[in-house]
């Protein structure tokens, strides 16, 4: 990965802009992803879906506004498909944009209601035709996903999203050998982000549905999702 995750070696908290940028543009939006890159951002979330065809997209809902699954249609349809006037932007188009800007991108693999490793193989697949291995943080709440690819690529950097909180940390990090866990705000103490750290791994506080970063910086976490960069830049005082 390009970046150091840990705050104990930045000496700050990354800002992740969630969705491309949702709260400047449609999410997961070329429009989104473009402003959240001017604001600095140090990571650019976003999903990744997969068409009928094995076709890589962004989008975060497993279904379409007219009802159908995404995995269910052809990417010919996706593609003519308009989303709040904008289009689904394809992962590989995106990778080599990053690659170009020299951005880092956190790709959340929609993994859902399809055959296992599926997505997972075209993601990894695009990685190396676009040659940004070191420009992506793949992250899952399928940890059984992750811990494949961390298995086969442990070069790769990969991030477990978790809602509640766990009895034991430590065997869980060392079963999953994530880089990097999503804390649900509301749902975390410092205890638990200390006992993460201890492990030497990073904590992202994800889900958070105001802008409450008086938390977010006595929990000492390393990373947060926001959904204007530029909002959680002022807040933190960066």
Same mark, same amino acid.
């Given at each position: 990965? $390009?970046?150091?995750?840990?705050?104990?070696?930045?000496?700050?908290?990354?800002?992740?802009?969630?969705?491309?940028?949702? =709260?400047?543009?449609?999410?997961?939006?070329?429009?989104?992803?473009?402003l =959240?890159?001017?604001?600095?951002?140090?990571?650019?979330?976003?999903?990744?879906?997969?068409?009928?065809?094995?076709?890589?997209?962004?989008?975060?809902?497993?279904?379409?506004?007219?009802?159908?699954?995404?995995?269910?249609?052809?990417?010919?349809?996706?593609?003519?498909?308009?989303?709040?006037?904008?289009?689904?932007?394809?992962?590989?188009?995106?990778?080599v944009?990053?690659?170009?800007?020299?951005?880092?991108?956190?790709?959340?693999?929609?993994?859902?209601?399809?055959p296992?490793?599926?997505?997972?193989k075209?993601?990894?697949?695009?990685?190396?035709?676009? !040659?940004? !291995?070191?420009?992506?943080?793949?992250?899952?709440?399928?940890?059984?996903?992750?811990?494949?690819? $961390?298995?086969?690529?442990?070069?790769?950097?990969?991030?477990?999203?978790?809602?509640?909180?766990?009895?034991?940390?430590a065997?869980?990090?060392?079963?999953?050998?994530?880089?990097?866990?999503?804390?649900?705000?509301?749902?975390?103490?410092?205890?638990d982000?200390? !006992?993460?750290?201890?492990? =030497?791994?990073?904590? &992202?506080?994800?889900?958070?549905?105001?802008?409450?970063?008086?938390?977010?910086?006595?929990?000492?976490?390393?990373?947060?999702?926001?959904?204007?960069? &530029?909002?959680?830049? $002022?807040?933190?005082?960066?």
């Amino acid at each position: 990965m $390009k970046k150091d995750l840990l705050k104990a070696n930045t000496g700050r908290i990354l800002i992740e802009s969630h969705r491309g940028a949702e =709260g400047l543009a449609p999410e997961n939006s070329w429009a989104a992803l473009k402003l =959240g890159s001017e604001s600095s951002a140090d990571f650019l979330e976003t999903d990744v879906q997969l068409s009928r065809d094995g076709v890589a997209f962004l989008r975060h809902n497993y279904t379409l506004p007219d009802g159908r699954w995404c995995s269910s249609v052809p990417w010919a349809e996706l593609k003519a498909i308009t989303i709040e006037d904008e289009p689904l932007p394809l992962l590989e188009d995106l990778l080599v944009w990053a690659r170009e800007g020299d951005l880092c991108l956190s790709l959340d693999l929609k993994v859902g209601f399809m055959p296992e490793r599926r997505l997972v193989k075209e993601v990894l697949r695009l990685l190396e035709r676009t !040659q940004t !291995q070191a420009h992506v943080m793949l992250i899952s709440w399928d940890h059984v996903e992750l811990l494949r690819i $961390k298995l086969s690529r442990p070069d790769l950097t990969t991030r477990v999203l978790i809602r509640g909180r766990l009895v034991e940390y430590a065997d869980f990090l060392k079963h999953t050998r994530a880089d990097a866990v999503s804390f649900t705000y509301g749902v975390v103490r410092l205890s638990d982000v200390e !006992q993460v750290h201890h492990a =030497g791994v990073a904590v &992202n506080l994800s889900e958070m549905w105001r802008p409450d970063f008086e938390t977010v910086k006595d929990l000492d976490v390393d990373m947060v999702s926001w959904s204007d960069p &530029n909002e959680a830049r $002022k807040m933190l005082g960066q």
